[in-house]
């Protein structure tokens, strides 16, 4: 009989921490943070990484364990989470996989050996922009988001310029990182997934708003700045790609001021929730709830003691 696990997926913004420390103190769980940002230390404000309070009270591992000038990819968190799933298991308790980087649970259920699906839409508007930039612009692109991938595609190659740059857009994943990151999915677990969807839309883009305005308040810049006095680390390394730290670093450097960084960091962060959303709905097996309803616990747990019984 396989071992039994919980994923407890959704967007940014749902509300995933409360729910997994909620589920904690109902099932004899212990919480695996799923967060690609979360890893890297003095990412803070930014990440909405619980307060230090919390984590002593409800403890979430693989929290804090790179530095920010660090990589961490998809295949280590495999190989993280699975050290500390047997772990837990050992304890006799069970693993809570919490967070919003979807590629992390993929890479854990299913593997990451295939790349994304082609994309239609995103390959007609590469064209389109290729046809008033060119394919040399284009690769430039590509330089600045996945520097691996353009090494070995030749400026006019129009048609790996085009694919590498349809798998960042679509999933928001550099090409050399899927590449990289082959990793054969856990097969000895029974995943449990839960999906936090919030409905309709414009409630969660008002939470991400007030979200980002309570990180500004908290000081996110100060945060960032602090961060680029770190003699090591670049607005290139992944860890400065995450949603808010790219644009603020960007307003650091003079390139707009604090209101167009703010537009700018609200809008991709909906981009990504909106790929976190299509992701999501993808998944199979899934209990989907709206974080926003009463009883939106209950019935979790109620799905939960169904199944872990």
Known sequence: ???????????????????????????????????????????????AKPDAATLERTPHRLIDIRDPEESYSAGDFVRDACCEMDAIFARGRIPLLAGGTMMYFRALTRGIAELPGADQAVRAAIDAEAENRGWPAMHAELQTIDADAA????????????????????SGTPLSEWQRDSAPARSDVDYLKIGLDVEPRGLLHGRIAGRLDDMLAAGFVDEVRRLRKRPRL??????????????????????????????????????????????????????????????????????LARSLC
């Open 234 to 303: 670049t607005a290139d390394h992944p860890s400065m790609r995450a949603v808010g730290y790219r644009q603020f670093w960007q307003h650091l450097e003079g390139a707009f001021d604090l209101t167009e960084a703010r537009d700018r960091a609200l809008y991709a962060t909906r981009q990504l929730a909106k790929r976190q959303i299509t992701w999501l709905r993808s998944e199979t097996g899934i209990l989907t709830v709206d974080p926003l309803e009463a009883g939106a616990i209950d019935a979790i747990s109620t799905f």
């Open 1 to 47: 009989m396989k071992r039994r696990a919980v994923l407890l997926m959704g967007p940014t913004a749902a509300g995933k921490t409360g729910f997994a420390i909620g589920l904690s103190k109902r099932f004899p769980c212990d919480i695996i943070s799923v967060d690609s940002a979360l890893v890297y230390r003095g990412m803070d404000i930014g990440t």
């Open 151 to 170: 090494r070995r595609i030749e400026p006019n190659d129009r048609q790996r310029i085009q694919r590498a740059l349809e798998v960042y857009r679509s």
